[in-house]
């Protein structure tokens, strides 16, 4: 028995005060409210109706079902409009996760103006440098600097950064600007993760080059490792984004840009799903236009 669908028949009878005309008010036979009637009364194990071949009136236990009745159905229709709404207009929890530098200078501005418009929406935003699996940690958006290889995703592009190699100027000044990557065999370099691979890679003529600097000092984090770099302690390799206003500064200079390796694509990536809900829509549009023409 569908025993919602039961409760719409009682109801409509009880409000028609006949069988006949509840049946024309659901669109449906005679015979099938009959029997949605005779499962709720069984199912209930009690008569809702007194019946006669003249008048259809309720029981004691009819009239005191009724109330109860309605407030479920009202109750199911609020729901529905509810969830109506919120897939027309933006509302609900949303997480987001993006790496930690990234997010903290580009992801969390642009996500405070997406919150600044939407005043429905609630937002957590997990900043990881790991790769975070979205659908077991329930996350619903995450900002990838890196090509997709998760299938079950949907990765859409926001722009593209590269992979940059920097140095400050007073270092250059005093030991000359390398212009070949051959020049950075061993000489002193800085680390922004303690697990980095000892080899840079740069790409000459369609061609792989390897080159194995040597690694004087090295962090878990990438800021300290910007600022080592730029008081003379080496050359860092790092995306072109983290040190981008250093340069503007002139606390570093990048070099070697002929030899850089083909730039990453940044992502806004979600789960497979025909139906989005629309806060989640919002935002991926959202950090499309944000991030519209990206190139760094």
Same mark, same amino acid.
């Given at each position: 028995?569908?025993?919602?669908?039961?409760?719409?028949?009682?109801?409509?009878?009880? !409000?028609?005060?006949?069988?006949?005309? $509840? $049946?024309?008010?659901?669109?449906?036979?005679?015979?099938? *409210?009959?029997? %949605?009637?005779?499962?709720?009364? %069984?199912?209930? +194990?009690?008569?809702?109706?007194?019946? &006669? &071949?003249?008048?259809?009136?309720?029981?004691?236990?009819?009239?005191?079902?009724?109330?109860?009745?309605? /407030? @479920?159905?009202?109750?199911? !229709? %609020?729901?529905?409009?509810?969830?109506?709404?919120?897939?027309?207009?933006? %509302? +609900?929890?949303?997480?987001?996760? #993006?790496? *930690?530098?990234?997010?903290?200078?580009?992801? #969390?501005?642009?996500?405070?103006?997406?919150?600044?418009?939407? !005043?429905? *929406?609630?937002?957590?935003?997990?900043?990881? !440098?790991?790769? @975070?699996?979205?659908? /077991?940690?329930?996350?619903?958006?995450?900002?990838?600097? =890196?090509?997709? $290889?998760? =299938?079950?995703?949907?990765?859409?592009?926001?722009?593209?950064?590269?992979?940059?190699? #920097?140095? =400050?100027? /007073?270092?250059?000044?005093?030991?000359?600007?390398?212009?070949?990557?051959?020049?950075?065999?061993?000489?002193?370099?800085?680390?922004?993760?303690?697990?980095?691979?000892?080899?840079?890679?740069?790409? /000459?003529? +369609?061609?792989?080059?390897?080159?194995?600097?040597?690694?004087?000092?090295?962090?878990?984090?990438?800021?300290?490792?910007?600022?080592?770099?730029?008081?003379?302690?080496?050359?860092? &390799?790092?995306?072109?984004?983290?040190?981008?206003?250093?340069? #503007?500064?002139?606390?570093?200079?990048?070099?070697?840009?002929?030899?850089?390796?083909?730039?990453?694509?940044?992502?806004?990536?979600?789960?497979? $799903?025909?139906?989005?809900?629309?806060? &989640?829509?919002?935002?991926?549009?959202?950090?499309?236009?944000?991030? =519209?023409?990206?190139?760094?």
């Amino acid at each position: 028995m569908d025993r919602f669908k039961a409760m719409q028949t009682f109801v409509q009878i009880a !409000d028609q005060g006949s069988l006949t005309r $509840a $049946a024309e008010t659901l669109g449906s036979s005679l015979p099938a *409210v009959v029997r %949605a009637l005779a499962a709720l009364e %069984a199912h209930l +194990g009690v008569r809702l109706f007194h019946r &006669t &071949t003249r008048r259809l009136s309720l029981t004691e236990e009819g009239r005191h079902y009724l109330p109860s009745a309605r /407030e @479920v159905l009202l109750a199911a !229709d %609020a729901a529905d409009l509810a969830l109506k709404a919120e897939a027309r207009e933006p %509302a +609900g929890q949303l997480t987001i996760t #993006a790496p *930690v530098l990234f997010g903290h200078m580009y992801v #969390a501005p642009a996500i405070t103006r997406f919150m600044q418009r939407h !005043d429905k *929406v609630r937002c957590t935003v997990l900043l990881h !440098d790991r790769t @975070v699996n979205l659908l /077991e940690e329930g996350i619903d958006v995450g900002i990838r600097i =890196s090509p997709l $290889a998760d =299938s079950s995703l949907v990765a859409q592009t926001l722009g593209t950064i590269r992979r940059v190699v #920097a140095v =400050s100027p /007073e270092y250059l000044a005093r030991h000359g600007t390398p212009r070949h990557p051959r020049e950075l065999h061993g000489a002193p370099c800085v680390r922004g993760r303690v697990d980095a691979p000892p080899q840079w890679v740069f790409h /000459e003529r +369609g061609k792989t080059i390897s080159v194995t600097p040597s690694c004087r000092l090295e962090f878990n984090h990438l800021a300290p490792a910007i600022e080592a770099c730029a008081a003379g302690m080496g050359f860092g &390799t790092f995306f072109s984004y983290q040190v981008l206003p250093h340069v #503007a500064q002139g606390r570093l200079k990048l070099v070697l840009e002929d030899f850089e390796p083909p730039p990453r694509p940044v992502s806004v990536i979600y789960p497979n $799903a025909r139906l989005l809900p629309a806060r &989640t829509r919002a935002f991926i549009d959202w950090m499309k236009a944000e991030f =519209s023409g990206l190139r760094m």
